[in-house]
C-alpha cells in the first residue's frame, strides 16, 4: 500500500505523526508532571499545521489530488487538530465531568466536518473541481485553542490554577475555560458560517 503513497501523502503522514506524539506528550505529563512534555506536545501542533498546509500544495504543484490523499488527510487532521487538542487540554487541568462532555463534542463536532466536507467537495467543487469556500471554520484553527493552553502551561495557570478556575455545576466540575472548545466545535459544524478557500 505504501508504494501508492504520492509524495503529499508523506506530509499527511508526518502531521498524523505530530498529533499523536502530541497525544502521547499530554499523557507522558499526566505521568510524569514534567511541564517541557506538554509544551513539546503543544509545539507538534503548529508542525502538525506546516505539514498540513505543505500536503495540500504538493498535491497541486504536482497535480495528482487523489480520494486517497483526501481521506488519509481528514483522518489525519482529526488526529492532529481534533484530538490532540482535547488530550492537551485535559492535560492542563480540564477534567472535570462536563469538561469530558465538552472536548468530546469538540472532537465529534471536528469529525461531522471533516465528513461533512469530504461528501460535499465534489459537489462543491463545480465545473473547476475546486472548492470556493469552507462551511463552517476548518478544523486546523483548533491551533488558536492550543496557543492559549501554551500560553496558560507558560505562565504556570494549569492544574489547579486554571484560568477562570471551576464551577460545580450539579454531580460534576466544569473549568469555564472548555467553553473555548465549546465554541470551536460549534463553529466548526456552521452551515452558515462560509469562509473564502485559498
Known amino acids: 500500500m505504501l508504494r501508492e503513497f504520492q509524495l ?8 498524523a505523526f505530530c ?13 510524569d508532571g ?3 512534555d506538554l509544551m513539546i506536545g503543544m509545539a507538534l501542533i503548529p508542525l502538525a499545521f506546516v505539514f498540513d498546509a505543505l500536503d495540500g500544495r504538493i498535491a497541486r504543484w504536482r497535480k495528482v489530488a487523489s480520494t486517497l490523499g ?3 488527510d481528514s483522518l489525519a487532521d482529526i488526529i492532529s487538530f481534533g484530538v490532540a487538542p482535547a488530550a492537551l487540554a485535559y492535560a492542563c487541568g480540564l477534567q472535570g465531568g ?10 465529534g463536532c471536528g ?6 466536507y469530504n461528501v460535499t467537495a465534489e459537489a462543491m467543487g463545480g465545473a473547476e ?23 496558560a502551561a507558560w505562565q504556570g495557570r494549569i492544574g489547579d490554577a486554571v484560568w477562570f478556575g ?11 475555560l472548555v467553553l473555548m472548545f465549546a465554541i470551536s466545535g460549534t463553529l466548526m459544524i456552521s452551515k452558515t458560517l462560509r469562509i473564502p478557500k485559498p
Open 129 to 151: 473541481g475546486k472548492v470556493k469556500y469552507f462551511e463552517g471554520t476548518p478544523i486546523p484553527t483548533s491551533l488558536l485553542l492550543v496557543v492559549v493552553l501554551a500560553i
Open 8 to 15: 503529499a501523502d508523506w506530509f499527511t503522514l508526518a502531521n
Open 98 to 107: 462536563w469538561d469530558w462532555i465538552v472536548l468530546s463534542y469538540f472532537v
Open 111 to 116: 469529525v461531522s466536518r471533516l465528513a461533512r
Open 34 to 36: 514534567v511541564v517541557r
Open 19 to 31: 498529533g499523536t506524539g502530541a497525544i502521547f506528550a499530554a499523557m507522558r505529563f499526566l505521568q
Open 70 to 72: 483526501r481521506e488519509l
Open 166 to 176: 471551576q464551577w460545580q455545576l450539579g454531580p460534576w466540575q466544569l473549568h469555564p
